[in-house]
């Protein structure tokens, strides 16, 4: 039987088992204070990004789709380009970072599972820097990868000074069914470090142009949505109690953040 490039997009259950042969715990918490912090999403069925000796929380228990998740105790509002939501499911958190999933809204269902047929998806994963980390390069991108243990075969580069991106070919990144050739990036704001990969199957226009738009829509936005946060909460009383956070990400609201994390359209 003939597969078509929508029957072999990753389940979210195969996501789960997504193993990525990045660097150790150890060696990308060392990243994390390095110009830049990449590698794989996954190692062993748990995130490969948290700090040696820092353990993941439980996935978030919420269940469903947003259009924002919160990291960094409210510092951080990643926001997703138009189109697309959060996986809740999928939503991990650490004392530093995190990591979070977004595919298309009309291909999630009401509990945040993939149906058949998803044409791509992006992953985030966040960890926290010092104020003096230089915003990544795309020599900084083109080394991460060819020198890993699983070298990439880098296929394209874009500079950018807002958000490198590169286009890598690398076997066995084991997102099941999505194709070998892939999208990378890296961005800076407030005081986190965002790594993007972009997935999609064999012959997906997500692969190409219109792949580097949506990454680059997905930094916007989350720039945008963070800013608006900042300036638009109110300074705490003295003696007051912070507003707790809650690993549940939030849907945007309001037209101000509607319009604020709006990009042009692909």
């Not at 959060?86 to 269902?109: I, K, N, W």
């Not at 926290?128 to 075969?153: E, Y």
């Not at 084991?174 to 890296?186: I, N, P, Q, V």
């Amino acid at each position: 039987m003939t597969r078509t490039p929508t029957d072999i997009t990753p389940s979210l259950g195969r996501l789960r088992r997504m193993v990525t042969r990045g660097p150790s715990l150890r060696q990308l918490g060392l990243m994390m204070l390095a110009p830049l912090l990449l590698a794989g999403c996954m190692e062993g069925n748990r995130l490969a990004f948290a700090p040696p000796g820092e353990d993941l929380s439980r996935p978030s228990s919420s269940r469903g789709r947003a259009l924002t998740a919160v990291f960094g105790d409210g510092q951080l509002i990643l926001a997703a380009p138009s189109g697309f939501c959060f996986d809740a499911q999928m939503e991990q958190h650490t004392g530093s970072g995190g990591f979070a999933l977004l595919a298309r809204c009309e291909r999630m269902s009401s509990f945040g599972r993939f149906r058949s047929g998803d044409g791509a998806m992006l992953t985030a994963t966040v960890g926290a820097v010092t104020a003096d980390t230089p915003a990544p390069s795309a020599d900084a991108l083109r080394s991460a990868f060819t020198a890993a243990r699983n070298p990439a075969r880098v296929l394209e580069i874009r500079g950018d000074d807002d958000m490198p991106l590169i286009k890598l070919y690398m076997d066995g990144h084991s997102a099941e069914g999505a194709s070998g050739t892939h999208w990378r990036g890296a961005f800076l704001v407030h005081g986190h470090m965002v790594s993007v990969a972009l997935y999609a199957p064999e012959g997906s226009g997500y692969l190409g142009e219109r792949g580097a738009r949506l990454i680059r829509e997905f930094m916007r936005a989350t720039r945008n949505a963070t800013l608006l946060a900042e300036t638009t909460t109110p300074p705490a009383a003295p003696g007051a109690a912070a507003p707790r956070e809650t690993s549940r990400p939030r849907t945007r609201g309001g037209t101000a953040l509607a319009r604020a994390t709006s990009a042009p359209q692909q």
